[in-house]
């Protein structure tokens, strides 16, 4: 069925220094490849999104790369900084279904 | 531009209740979809809707859950006779098509079952 996966499960940077988050996911008909951030007792906020037709894509301190041959896809935050401490999730979607499949989640902490 | 609303932001139930989770999409969007978030978990996708249509309920137990959203008026997540593994948060999403669009989320439900 369906699965994503996202490692690493906890991520502690020092501030101003990079992170990576790496998703994997199994649909081959996945072609919408949301980031979200989750605060503590918050709703989840879209940050990027990338689509199949694309390889990689930039805002500001934020980039995300996907590789459809490895089913693979990746957030990464550049000079970190304390607000960015949170939880991030991947998810993938295909056009047939809608629906999002969210990887596990990553509590990044960011020590400044 | 109001976003997605949903209410009430925190419900309390005894087990055995019946529990009812409102939501309203942005405006312009006709398209909702449910997530449930167990503590410390991720979440997991429940149903897909239209108006007066259910597209997806993959997700969905198959029992003591359903859900709606009625030509007027907001969708609605229906949980009768909750027990305590009810407990969590519950998100609404809504996005303007069907798959491989941004899905903006609301604030959630959180349902406490005691």
């Known amino acids: 069925g369906e699965n994503v996966e996202q490692h690493p499960s906890t991520l502690s940077v020092q501030e101003g220094d990079s992170a990576v988050i790496k998703c994997t996911y199994s649909d081959s008909a996945s072609n919408y490849f949301p980031w979200y951030k989750q605060e503590l007792g918050k709703r989840p906020q879209l940050i990027i999104d990338i689509r199949s037709n694309v390889g990689e894509k930039k805002d500001q301190r934020i980039a995300v790369t996907l590789n459809k041959t490895a089913k693979h896809f990746s957030l990464h935050i550049t000079e970190t900084q304390p607000e960015d401490s949170a939880v991030y999730f991947c998810a993938a979607s295909s056009s047939n279904t809608g629906k999002l499949i969210f990887g596990q989640g990553t509590t990044l902490q960011v020590k400044p | 531009n109001a976003g997605v609303m949903q209410n009430p932001r925190h419900l309390v139930r005894r087990r055995g209740q019946e529990a009812r989770l409102r939501c309203s999409p942005m405006k312009g969007h006709s398209h909702v979809y449910w997530y449930r978030q167990l503590p410390e978990e991720g979440l997991k996708f429940m149903v897909y809707?239209?108006?007066?249509?259910?597209?997806?309920e993959s997700g969905m137990p198959k029992e003591r859950f359903s859900a709606e959203f009625p030509k007027e008026g907001p969708s609605i997540l229906r949980i009768q006779q909750v027990v305590r593994g009810d407990s969590a948060a519950y998100f609404c999403a809504s996005s303007q098509v069907q798959g491989g669009y941004e899905q903006y989320f609301g604030p959630g439900t959180r349902l406490t079952v005691t």
């Open positions: 809707l239209q108006k007066e249509n259910i597209i997806d």
